[in-house]
C-alpha cells in the first residue's frame, strides 16, 4: 500500500508539471476552461467493514464555464480504505484485513465566485456511478464483490492564484454518499458515505 500511495504521489507530480508546461502562459487553463488535479485524503463514515482514513487517492476534474460563474464538467477519482481485525491477542495484519477500493466517476457543476481574482472560492456538487471493490483478505486466499451504485457528492473548495501566470492552488472539502451494497463472507456492507479533503493544483 505505501508503493501505491508513492505512485500515486509520482502521477500526480508528472500530470502537474505535463500540463503547467503544455497550457498557455496565463492564470486559469483558458478564458472559460478550469481543471483540478489532487491528492485526496478519505475517512469513511458508518463503515464497519473498512473504516480506516487514507491518503491513498487522487481526483481529477475538468470543466467550462457557461456562465460567468457557473461551470460544468467531468469528474474521476478513486480512494482505497483497509481495516485490520485483531486475532487472538493481537494484530495480524495477513490474518483478516478488509479494503474498501472506490472509482466514481461523472457530471460535475460548480459556481465560482471572484473568477479572475486572486482568491475564487466556489461550491459544487458531483453526480455520477461508483464503482467499489470490496475485498476481505486472509491468509493466502481473498473473497471479494465488485459493486456499482448511484454517487453524489458536494463540496467547498477554493482556487488560490498566487501567481500572475501559471497554475494555481486547490483546496476542497468534500462529503460523498454512494448506494453501493456488498455482501463478504458474514459482512455487509450497506451504502457508502465518506468525508474528506482535497489538495492539488488549478488550472
Given at each position: 500500500m505505501k508503493?501505491?500511495k508513492y505512485?500515486s504521489l509520482?502521477?500526480?507530480?508528472?500530470a502537474?508539471?505535463?500540463?503547467?508546461?503544455?497550457?498557455?502562459?496565463?492564470?486559469q487553463?483558458?478564458d472559460n476552461?478550469?481543471?483540478?488535479v489532487?491528492w485526496?485524503f478519505?475517512?469513511?463514515l458508518?463503515n464497519h467493514f473498512a473504516d480506516k482514513?487514507?491518503g491513498w487517492?487522487?481526483?481529477f476534474?475538468?470543466?467550462?464555464?457557461?456562465?460567468p460563474?457557473?461551470?460544468l464538467?467531468?469528474f474521476?477519482?478513486?480512494?482505497s480504505n483497509?481495516a485490520t481485525?485483531?486475532?487472538?491477542?493481537?494484530?495480524?495484519?495477513t490474518?483478516?484485513?478488509?479494503?474498501?477500493?472506490?472509482?466514481p466517476?461523472g457530471a460535475a457543476?460548480?459556481?465560482?465566485?471572484?473568477r479572475?481574482?486572486?482568491?475564487q472560492p466556489y461550491?459544487?456538487?458531483?453526480l455520477?456511478?461508483n464503482?467499489?471493490k470490496?475485498?476481505?483478505?486472509?491468509?493466502?486466499?481473498e473473497?471479494?464483490?465488485?459493486?456499482w451504485g448511484?454517487?453524489?457528492s458536494?463540496e467547498i473548495?477554493?482556487?488560490?492564484?498566487p501567481?500572475?501566470?501559471?497554475p494555481?492552488?486547490h483546496?476542497a472539502?468534500y462529503?460523498?454518499?454512494a448506494t453501493?451494497?456488498a455482501?463478504?463472507?458474514t459482512?455487509?456492507?450497506?451504502?457508502?458515505?465518506n468525508?474528506g479533503?482535497r489538495?492539488?493544483?488549478?488550472?
Amino acid at each position: 500500500m505505501k508503493t501505491m500511495k508513492y505512485i500515486s504521489l509520482r502521477v500526480l507530480a508528472i500530470a502537474a508539471l505535463a500540463l503547467a508546461f503544455a497550457m498557455p502562459a496565463k492564470a486559469q487553463l483558458s478564458d472559460n476552461g478550469y481543471a483540478n488535479v489532487d491528492w485526496q485524503f478519505n475517512a469513511p463514515l458508518k463503515n464497519h467493514f473498512a473504516d480506516k482514513a487514507s491518503g491513498w487517492g487522487m481526483n481529477f476534474e475538468g470543466g467550462y464555464f457557461v456562465t460567468p460563474n457557473l461551470g460544468l464538467g467531468l469528474f474521476m477519482n478513486y480512494s482505497s480504505n483497509r481495516a485490520t481485525f485483531p486475532v487472538g491477542e493481537g494484530t495480524v495484519n495477513t490474518d483478516q484485513q478488509h479494503t474498501i477500493f472506490q472509482l466514481p466517476f461523472g457530471a460535475a457543476a460548480r459556481y465560482q465566485m471572484n473568477r479572475g481574482g486572486a482568491w475564487q472560492p466556489y461550491f459544487g456538487v458531483k453526480l455520477g456511478a461508483n464503482y467499489a471493490k470490496v475485498r476481505s483478505n486472509y491468509n493466502m486466499f481473498e473473497t471479494r464483490d465488485n459493486t456499482w451504485g448511484f454517487y453524489v457528492s458536494p463540496e467547498i473548495g477554493l482556487n488560490v492564484y498566487p501567481w500572475a501566470y501559471g497554475p494555481g492552488l486547490h483546496i476542497a472539502v468534500y462529503y460523498s454518499y454512494a448506494t453501493n451494497k456488498a455482501n463478504v463472507l458474514t459482512y455487509n456492507v450497506d451504502k457508502l458515505n465518506n468525508f474528506g479533503f482535497r489538495v492539488g493544483l488549478a488550472f
